[in-house]
Every structure is written in C-alpha cells, then in structure tokens.
T-cell receptor, first 115, second 110 residues
Framework: KAGVTQTPRYLIKTRGQQVTLSCSPI?????VSWYQQTPGQGLQFLFE???????NKGNFPGRFSGRQFSNSRSEMNVSTLELGDSALYLC??????????????FGEGSRLTVL | TQLLEQSPQFLSIQEGENLTVYCNSS?????LQWYRQEPGEGPVLLVT???GGEVKKLKRLTFQFGDARKDSSLHITAAQPGDTGLYLC??????????WGAGTKLIIKP
C-alpha cells in the first residue's frame, strides 16, 4: 500500500513569490492535514481537510491556504513568500477526521527555502 | 494557549545506556501520542495513551501518561543506534486538535 506522497521534495523560491505544494494521501484516507516544521518551533498545525471541506485551521496568516479535491488529494499554497516561511512542510493523512487519537500517516515533506 | 514542553531538547548517549525523555504541560490533554521522526522522513506514530496513569510498553520503549493527564514520559532501555531520531509528543485537546511539542533529538552512539 503506497504511503503519503508529497511533491516537490525540495524547492527554492525568492521573497514575494508564491508556491504550491501537493499531497496524495494513502488510498482510502479522506482526511489530509498540513504542518509546518522548523527547528525552533516544532510542528505547527496549518489546516485539516476532510471531504473537500476545511475542518480545522491553525494560527497562520491568510497567505497560507489549501484545498482538497474529490479524490482526497490536497494542495497548499503560500503567497507572497517571506524568509520566515522557509521550513519543512509535512502532509499527513488519516482515515477520518483526526480527532484526538487518530493515527496520522506523514509524507516525507516538502522542504521550502525562501531566499 | 496550550503548550507541550519536551525535555531535554537534545540527548546524545552511548549504545546500551538507558534514557528518559519528558513531555510536560500545564494543560490537561485527553490523549497523548508519541512519534519518532528520522532524518529525511515524516514522523511515525509509536503509541497513543488516553488514560491517566496508563503505561504502555513497546519492546524496549516504555510510555507513561501522567495521572493528571498533563505530562508523559518515554523511557528507552538499552538504547541502540536504531533508536536515533527526533521524538515528538502530541497532545489531543478538547477542540479535537493535536498540540505538538518541539521534540527531543536523540543520538545513540555505537
């Protein structure tokens, strides 16, 4: 059974540009969550999508957005990139809405560097 | 704001030694999960604990959830190089969100 696939794995952008990251969940999983991971802050929750609807959202500015398609694949977009957006962006899928005890299956992440 | 503090932030020990890492908060959580993340990979779930005082064992790893459900510990017996990684704890709150600690980076030297 294929795992969570994230593309691209690495990318370099400059300030002011925008970026779109893609996540394909495990087959049959309907929930996709996005996280930002930095050395100092750990994992910060961005948002969770289930059945094409945003179910939960973290404390990030509106420059961060996402969507989920009918096949459960998800994309996240960051507009007007800032240096502080440099991070590893992780996608995680689960069978249902995560809740408190659901197991998250993570992809390998997309490492974004903003110059 | 709910926070989970993990300690130590970094730990480097020799193979065969025992160690304990901690995950503490002033808030009560309904559940506590531990994940391990290896370089270049995403985190992988090790265990979920949901009952105060609960102890779970996974081979050489022992996980404990505090009686008040505000803290948790992970004890590794006879550490091996394969245990090297970033250990993350995540607490489930009443809003059905996971609050993550910043992690403990563990290096086991052969």
């Amino acid at each position: 059974k294929a795992g969570v696939t994230q593309t691209p794995r690495y990318l370099i952008k400059t300030r002011g540009q925008q970026v779109t990251l893609s996540c394909s969940p495990i087959s049959g999983h309907r929930s996709v969550s996005w996280y930002q991971q930095t050395p100092g802050q750990g994992l910060q929750f961005l948002f969770e999508y289930f059945s094409e609807t945003q179910r939960n959202k973290g404390n990030f500015p509106g420059r961060f957005s996402g969507r989920q398609f009918s096949n459960s694949r998800s994309e996240m977009n960051v507009s007007t990139l800032e240096l502080g957006d440099s991070a590893l962006y992780l996608c995680a899928s689960s069978l249902e809405v995560t809740g408190n005890t659901g197991e998250l299956f993570f992809g390998e992440g997309s490492r974004l560097t903003v110059l | 704001t709910q926070l989970l503090e993990q300690s130590p932030q970094f730990l480097s020990i020799q193979e065969g030694e025992n160690l304990t890492v901690y995950c503490n908060s002033s808030s009560v959580f309904s559940s506590l999960q531990w994940y391990r993340q290896e370089p270049g990979e995403g985190p992988v779930l090790l265990v979920t604990v949901v009952t105060g005082g609960e102890v779970k064992k996974l081979k050489r790893l022992t996980f404990q959830f505090g009686d008040a459900r505000k803290d948790s510990s992970l004890h590794i017996t006879a550490a091996q190089p394969g245990d090297t990684g970033l250990y993350l704890c995540a607490g489930g709150n009443s809003n059905y969100q996971l609050i993550w600690g910043a992690g403990t980076k563990l290096i086991i030297k052969p």
